[in-house]
Each structure stands twice: as C-alpha cells, then as structure tokens.
C-alpha cells in the first residue's frame, strides 16, 4: 500500500469519516471514466485541482464537480490572491499526491479549500484516495465538514 494512500485513510480515520476506498481495474483518469465506473453521474466524481497561490506561495484546493472546470479568474478572485499553475514536482512536494491522485483529505499540511456547490446537490460524491487507481464514497456534507471548505461559485 503506497504511502498516499495510507496517509488518505489514516486521515480519514482521524475525522471518523468510515470511508471504504476501491481499487479500480479500469481507466479512471478522467472523471467520466471514473463515473463510469463506479456507475455514478460524473458531477458526483470530486475533482481536487491544486492551484499555486502566487502571493502565498501555498497549494489552494478547488474540489470540483466532475463535469465542471475551474475559472482561474473567478478562483483567483475567492483565493483573494493570483493563482499560478502548479506543476507536478510543487503539488507532490506540498500535498504528498500525485497528480491524478490528489485526495481532497490526507494533505501533508493543511490546506485552503474551495468546494463547488455542485458536489452538494448528491447525497454521495467519489474522490481520488492518494493515487491514481483508488477511490472512495462519501457523504457530499462530510466531505465538505472534513476540508473545511468554502463553499464558492468559482466554475466556468
């Protein structure tokens, strides 16, 4: 078991969140393919997209519906700060993910978050468990409670 993981389910653990992560068999590497298979609509597929806070010099979370992208105007905006590109070796460096596993739980350090208010609309969202190739379910409100994100409208 990779150190992410570990480290996703430890968290979860601590929060009392009772995940059960999967190992998939198949291509998840886009959230339809994750939707589809799990069998969930893809807005339920919890994206966490890490931005580069160019004033703070931190990773900011944006965990967004699956179906939905980012505005980088409209985050940077709710981030109060401009928002760069984060690169592969800044998101490993400060989350402890790879991208394409980033956990919106299990963070090396604690993190900002911005939640879509698109995730809310489902009783249960999925979400990266530290890799590429695990998941887990989880009630839409307790996702929210256990990053302590902001609720924002910062989609396209």
Same mark, same amino acid.
């Given at each position: 078991?990779?150190?992410?993981?570990?480290?996703?389910?430890?968290?979860?653990?601590?929060?009392?969140?009772?995940?059960?992560?999967?190992?998939?068999?198949?291509?998840?590497?886009?959230?339809?393919?994750?939707?589809?298979?799990?069998?969930?609509?893809?807005?339920?597929?919890?994206?966490?997209?890490?931005?580069?806070?160019?004033?703070?010099?931190?990773?900011?979370? &944006?965990? =967004?519906?699956?179906?939905?992208?980012?505005?980088? !105007?409209?985050?940077?905006? %709710?981030?109060? #700060?401009? $928002?760069?590109?984060?690169?592969?070796?800044?998101?490993?460096?400060?989350?402890?993910?790879?991208?394409?596993?980033?956990?919106?739980?299990?963070?090396?350090?604690?993190?900002?978050?911005?939640?879509?208010?698109?995730?809310?609309? &489902?009783? =249960?969202?999925?979400?990266?468990?530290?890799?590429? !190739?695990?998941?887990?379910? %989880?009630?839409? #409100?307790? $996702?929210?409670?256990?990053?302590?994100?902001?609720?924002?409208?910062?989609?396209?």
């Amino acid at each position: 078991m990779s150190k992410s993981l570990k480290r996703v389910i430890r968290h979860a653990d601590e929060l009392g969140l009772g995940i059960k992560v999967i190992q998939m068999t198949t291509p998840t590497k886009t959230a339809q393919q994750a939707a589809d298979a799990v069998a969930c609509h893809v807005d339920q597929i919890a994206k966490s997209i890490i931005f580069l806070g160019c004033d703070s010099n931190t990773p900011i979370l &944006f965990l =967004t519906a699956g179906g939905n992208r980012v505005c980088a !105007n409209k985050a940077s905006q %709710i981030a109060k #700060e401009p $928002l760069g590109k984060a690169d592969a070796s800044f998101i490993r460096a400060t989350t402890g993910f790879a991208i394409g596993g980033v956990s919106p739980i299990g963070h090396l350090n604690p993190i900002r978050c911005f939640v879509d208010p698109r995730l809310l609309a &489902f009783e =249960t969202v999925w979400a990266a468990a530290g890799t590429p !190739n695990h998941l887990f379910s %989880i009630n839409a #409100e307790k $996702l929210l409670a256990a990053t302590q994100g902001v609720t924002s409208d910062f989609c396209e």
